[in-house]
Nanobody, 122 residues
């Protein structure tokens, strides 16, 4: 069974940094795109950043200049370095994988992790 396992969330003061990691576990053949979304209480889930196999990236406007997404294809792992965090960055951060194929050639259109809480205090 393929799963996305996130780590690295926590509590940080405004201006601080956190690094999130998400590893796809199971028998993975390929993952086209991996990324991070977030959802704050009472708000819709929104894109933070995403990255393809060839390292093409997209960022939400709020993330540009502060967050950096990277990926280790060999480890099926995606990272999110978050710097200069603000209280408004407080949310549950979800890892996402699009167009994932396992070694049985089973295709998953999209997979989500369970989420990791990021809290930024002022």
């Amino acid at each position: 069974q393929v799963q996305l396992v996130e780590s690295g969330g926590g509590l940080v003061q405004a201006g601080g940094s956190l690094r999130l990691s998400c590893a796809a576990s199971g028998s993975i053949f390929s993952i086209d795109r991996m990324g991070w979304y977030r959802q704050a209480p009472g708000k819709q889930r929104e894109l933070v950043a995403r990255i393809t196999t060839d390292s093409s990236t997209n960022y939400g406007d709020f993330a540009k200049g502060r967050f950096t997404i990277s990926r280790d294809n060999a480890k099926n792992t995606v990272y999110l370095q978050m710097n200069n965090l603000k209280p408004e960055d407080t949310a549950v951060y979800y890892c996402n994988a699009d167009r994932l194929v396992d070694r049985s050639r089973f295709y998953y259109a999209t997979k989500w992790g369970q989420g990791t809480q990021v809290t930024v205090s002022s």
